[in-house]
C-alpha cells in the first residue's frame, strides 16, 4: 500500500517553509505595530456556529463543510473560515465587557477546511492569516483594516494588486435591493442554473456570485446595491472612500461584488493579484469587509465587527512567481570536520558548544572522509570549517578556517568552549 496525502492537502517542506516562516513573521510584526493581539481558536467548533454565520444558501455551507458527528454524537465542523470562531470566543469570553477596550483588535493564522475542488491556489486544507476588530462603526476603522491588508502584501513584496471595494449597506438597504433583484430576476428563472433558481427567493443576492456563465450574463444587467443604499449607508461608504483617498490607497468600486459568506454588511473588499500562476484573470489573495450583527448572532450584545482573511498558498505561490527574495537568516557559521574516529566525541561536544555559543553549527554524522566532509561544508557554504585530528585532539586544538578568505588559525578548545564568539572576532579582526 503506498500512502498518500489527502486529496487538496499539501506537504510544506524546508524550501518553502522558510517562505511561510517569512510571511507569518512579517505578518506578526506589522500586527504588533497597528496593536491588534493574537488570539487562538479551535480548530473545530460546533457546526452551528458555521452554519448560523456563513449563510445557509453559502457554497460553504451546502457543499463546503467537513462537518462530522464525534463519539459523543456532538455535530462538529473543522472551520472553513477564521471569523464565527472568533467572534464565538468574543461573545463566550465576554470580551465585549467594559474590561477591553474598543475597538478589540485581534488576528489568526492557521489552517482552514473547505470541500472544494483543488487547483492552483484552492485546496480543502489551506492556510489563512486573518484580523478582526470589533466595537466601532467608524468607517476609519473599516480603512484601517484594508490599509493593513494592503501594507501587508507590499511589505511581502507583491506588487500589481488590485483593490475592489463594495458596499452592501445596512438591513434596509438590503432589503430594498433584495426585492429588485428578485423582480429582476424572476422573469429569468427558467434560464437560471439550478443552484440559482434555489437561491433566487432565499438569497438573491448569491445569485449575483454565481460561477455559471449563463446566470453570469443574467446579472450583467442586474440592477446595481449603489442605487438602494439608505442615506446612512451611502454615508458610510462615501467616508470610507474618502479616508482610502486621504491615505492615497487607490480602489476600484465593483457593484457586482458580493462575497461568498452571508454575515457582511457596509463595507466589502477584496484585494487582487493578476498572475499566471494562480490561472487566468485576478485572483482574490486577501478579502474581508464588516459584519455588524455577527455578534449579536452567536450570542451576544450588539457590537459591529470588521475584518480580513488572507489564503496565505495563493501569498506563497504568488511570492515564488515574482520570485520574491527572502533574508538568509538560517546560513550555516560553522562547519566541523573531525578526522578520524577518535575525533566523534569532541566534534560533538564542539558543535553543541558552538550552538550554545549563538552560532549555527553542524558536523558529520555519516562517517564520511575529511574531503567529502570539506564538500558537504563547501555545498552548505558553511562561513567556517572547524578542523580537529588526532593530532590536534593531542594538542586540545583546532583548526578554524574562514571559508571566504582561506585564512587559518590554530585556536585552543578551552577557548572555543569559554567564549567562540570571541575566537572568531579576535582571530580574524585582530591583525
Ligand atoms: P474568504 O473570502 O472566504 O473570507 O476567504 C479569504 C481568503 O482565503 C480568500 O481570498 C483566499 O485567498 C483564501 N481561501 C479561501 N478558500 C480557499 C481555499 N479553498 N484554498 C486556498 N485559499 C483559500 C473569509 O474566510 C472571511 N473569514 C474573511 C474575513 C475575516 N472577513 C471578515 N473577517
Known sequence: MRYQRPKGTADILPGTS????????????????????????????????????????????????YDFKDKGDRHLSLRPEGTAGVVRAFVENKLYGPETTKPYKVYYMGPMFRYERPQSGRQREFHQIGVEAFGSDAPELDVEVIALGMNLLTKLGLKHLRLAL?????????????????????????????????????NPLRVLDSKDAHDQEIVADAPSILDYLTPEAQEHFTKVKASLDALGIAY?????????????????????????ALGEGYTTVLAGGRYNGLVEELGGPEMPGVGFGMGVERLVILMQAE??????????????????????????????????????????????????????????????TLTIGDQELADQTANLKNM????????????????????????????
Open 323 to 384: 520570485k520574491i527574495a527572502l533574508p538568509d537568516d538560517n546560513a550555516l557559521d560553522v562547519y566541523i570536520v573531525g578526522i578520524g574516529d577518535e575525533t566523534s566525541l569532541e566534534t560533538l561536544k564542539l558543535v553543541q558548544a558552538i550552538r550554545q555559543a549563538g552560532l549555527t553549527a553542524d558536523r558529520d554524522y555519516l562517517g564520511r572522509k575529511p574531503k567529502a566532509q570539506f564538500k558537504t561544508a563547501n555545498r552548505l557554504d558553511a562561513t567556517y
Open 404 to 431: 571566504a578568505t582561506g585564512e587559518q588559525i590554530s585556536v585552543p578548545l578551552a577557548d572555543i568552549y569559554q567564549d567562540f564568539q570571541k575566537v572568531v572576532t579576535d582571530g580574524f579582526t585582530a591583525k
Open 252 to 276: 476600484d468600486v465593483d457593484a457586482t461584488m458580493v462575497r461568498g459568506l452571508d454575515y457582511y454588511n457596509h463595507t466589502i473588499f477584496e484585494i487582487m493579484a493578476d498572475s499566471p
Open 166 to 202: 463594495n458596499t452592501l449597506g445596512d438591513k434596509a438597504s438590503r432589503d430594498a435591493y433584495r426585492q429588485a433583484l428578485i423582480d429582476f430576476l424572476e422573469p429569468h428563472f427558467d434560464e437560471l442554473s439550478e443552484d440559482s433558481q434555489v437561491r433566487l427567493h432565499k
Open 18 to 65: 522558510e517562505t511561510w516562516q517569512f510571511v507569518e513573521a512579517t505578518a506578526r510584526d506589522l500586527f504588533a505595530r497597528y496593536r491588534f493581539g493574537e488570539i487562538r481558536t479551535p480548530m473545530f467548533e460546533n457546526y452551528e456556529v458555521f452554519s448560523r454565520t456563513s449563510g445557509d444558501t453559502s457554497d460553504i455551507v451546502t457543499k463546503e463543510m
